[in-house]
């Protein structure tokens, strides 16, 4: 059975960090791309970074460029997101994905259920 569980999320207030987790179980997590997406209170869910299954190659949309990291250990089927500098609009459920066929997770095999992050001051 497939599984993804985020944790990590919570409150934060603008400028802070926080940083997410997603373990990965019943799929060989090496041979898989991952990465982040979230939606926001009334958008379509986005993609937020991805990283190779080696870890050698990482994407990031435009707005969290130098804000957040991605990071991976195959060791542990776990993948991270660390969010620093946190804005309002940072505010949202965040998802971990599993892509078998593309770095940049274009069409995730996985989902995870989610981890509410919020933002305010």
């Known amino acids: 059975q497939v599984e993804l569980v985020e944790s990590g999320g919570g409150w934060a207030q603008p400028g802070g960090s926080l940083k997410l987790s997603c373990v990965a179980s019943?799929?060989?997590?090496?041979?898989?791309?991952m990465g982040w997406f979230r939606q926001g209170p009334g958008k379509e869910r986005e993609f937020v970074a991805s990283?190779?299954?080696?870890?050698?190659?990482?994407y990031y949309v435009d707005s969290v460029k130098g804000r957040f990291a991605i990071s991976r250990d195959n060791a542990k089927n776990m993948v991270f997101l660390e969010m620093n500098s946190l804005k309002l609009e940072d505010t949202a459920v965040y998802y971990c994905a599993a892509d078998r066929y593309t770095d940049t997770v274009n069409r995730p095999q996985y989902w995870g259920q989610g981890t509410q992050v919020t933002v305010s001051s």
């Open positions: 019943g799929f060989t997590f090496s041979h898989y791309g």
């Open positions: 990283i190779s299954w080696e870890g050698g190659n990482k």
